[in-house]
């Protein structure tokens, strides 16, 4: 009759507890079960010049119970669930059974609809001792119980307690209350699976636009801090960086690429370093969301292996920054490169609006500001403006509406009383900070653009112009 195997999966910081059990069973099944531990020199484990995982799976191949020590929650257990899932592969005929040894008040997650063993507790010790030496439930396969003891015996009572006695020292030392980790910011824990991290480190995923999808769509949301307040949004097991992104881009319609937001490619950018091994020299200036004096940086401040699955995790914290005050004038667009028209040079009534949008199209501009005598502010024209005052216009859809509409121009658009936010920006002077200047833009209603002018008012020449998407 073949002898059948446990083996005891433990973190080695558990090992005082893994060697009780082990003597135990060694001293009261008779020497007839042979168990595999590796932290313990008295019994099986990993010997010297070979492989420590190519041991692990043969002594797993062969096992017909596993062991499970589960001390505190909190600690990283991957390794013990790495185990665990090639103790029970189901393409394995072998049948193992895992029997979790629970020390504290909190389950492994994998079983936490299994009955554990509660090693705290006599009556549950007994139970788990009972069926041990007297059952068969464990061994099915040996067809009859490791002793020859009776199950109501005192024998199995006396081992219990005994084995409850032994744990208790060891098991005092978890009885402080347990580890609670408390990010001081918002943090995610994302997830790249096997598949997604082999493609992100090939040479496909070498490249930007193969990058960005990779993280967009296969990074998942397995862990989170803080997030709903910041987000604004419930996630759920399936939830991927790729929502984050679309719900941000909901938010903020016009600010950039919806595909790449200046957030989400530093993000990427940190991710891919992370995944190569690298250090992280810096992390670019991309803020998540930006208010006066503050701005919410995206930081990848570690990673760990995920040793079940051959994934990775990395922890990403939403860091919230006192910025050095930005002077305007290093942000701003100056007046020299600044896409816009001044209708003192050419009249308003001289701008045809299909020639005005349709160069506005071409050089991909949402809007084009209107100054007037000697470079004051004076509009702001949105492409969007443009496309509702030609459909208003041509509402009665006859010929000659049609040859109207041709001839409407931007002066015709300006005098319309329907477009009052023609009229709807903030200005600031040279000596101003970015700070200050959205908080101008924001005492605004709907405001989306900060004029820099000579002076901080309105009647003096523009120098540099500030749309919204520049404090993101």
């Not at 040479?203 to 801090?225: F, L, T």
């Not at 100054?371 to 443009?386: C, D, N, P, Q």
Request: proline residues 6%; negative net charge; hydrophobic residues 40%.
């Amino acid at each position: 009759m073949t002898m059948p195997t446990v083996f005891i999966s433990h973190r080695h910081a558990d090992k005082d507890i893994a060697q009780t059990v082990a003597e135990f069973i060694d001293r009261h099944s008779g020497g007839r079960a042979k168990v595999f531990c590796s932290s313990s020199k008295d019994f099986e484990g990993v010997v010297a010049g070979q492989t420590i995982e190519g041991t692990l799976k043969q002594a797993l191949a062969a096992s017909d119970l596993v062991l499970l020590i589960f001390t505190v929650a909190t600690e990283d257990w991957s390794y013990c669930m790495y185990e665990c899932g090639l103790a029970t592969d189901p393409t394995d005929q072998k049948e193992t059974r895992v029997v979790v040894l629970q020390c504290g008040a909190i389950p492994p997650k994998p079983y936490v609809d299994h009955l554990s063993v509660e090693l705290h507790d006599l009556e549950s010790i007994t139970r788990f001792v009972r069926t041990f030496l007297t059952g068969t439930e464990y061994f099915p396969k040996r067809g009859e119980p490791l002793t020859g003891f009776q199950a109501q015996g005192p024998q199995v009572t006396e081992f219990a307690a005994e084995l409850h006695q032994n744990l208790a020292a060891n098991l005092a030392r978890l009885d402080v209350e347990e580890a609670k980790e408390r990010p001081a910011s918002t943090y995610l824990c994302i997830e790249l699976d096997r598949d997604a991290l082999d493609e992100l480190q090939s040479e496909q995923g070498q490249s930007d636009e193969d990058a960005v999808r990779i993280v967009r769509d296969r990074a998942r949301v397995v862990g989170k801090s803080y997030a709903h307040a910041l987000f604004g949004f419930l996630f759920d097991a399936t939830t991927t960086l790729g929502r984050v992104v679309d719900e941000w881009t909901a938010d903020h319609p016009g600010a950039g690429s919806p595909a790449l937001p200046a957030w989400f490619g530093s993000l990427v950018k940190q991710v891919r370093a992370v995944a190569a091994g690298k250090i992280q020299e810096k992390v670019d200036w991309a803020p998540y969301r930006a208010e006066p004096g503050e701005a919410i940086i995206p930081f990848v401040a570690g990673s760990r292996t995920v040793p079940s699955t051959g994934g990775l995790q990395l922890h990403v914290y939403f860091m919230p920054m006192s910025p050095r005050p930005v002077p305007v004038v290093e942000r701003m667009i100056p007046l020299d490169v600044m896409f816009h028209r001044n209708l003192a040079e050419t009249p308003g009534d001289t701008i045809k609006l299909l020639d005005l949008r349709a160069e506005m199209e071409a050089n991909a501009r949402s809007r084009v500001p209107m100054l007037g005598e000697e470079g004051r502010a004076r509009f702001i024209v949105h492409r969007s403006m443009i496309d509702a005052f030609l459909v208003r216009s041509l509402a009665t859809a006859n010929s000659e509406a049609m040859t109207t509409a041709r001839d409407l121009t931007v002066h015709d658009l300006l005098v319309d009383p329907t477009n009052e936010t023609v009229r709807t920006f903030a200005v600031v002077d040279p000596s101003a900070d970015m700070d200050q200047a959205l908080a101008v833009m924001r005492d605004v209603p709907g405001c989306q653009d900060v004029f820099v002018t000579t002076d901080g008012t309105e009647q003096s020449a523009v120098v540099g112009w500030l749309t919204n998407t520049l404090f993101l």
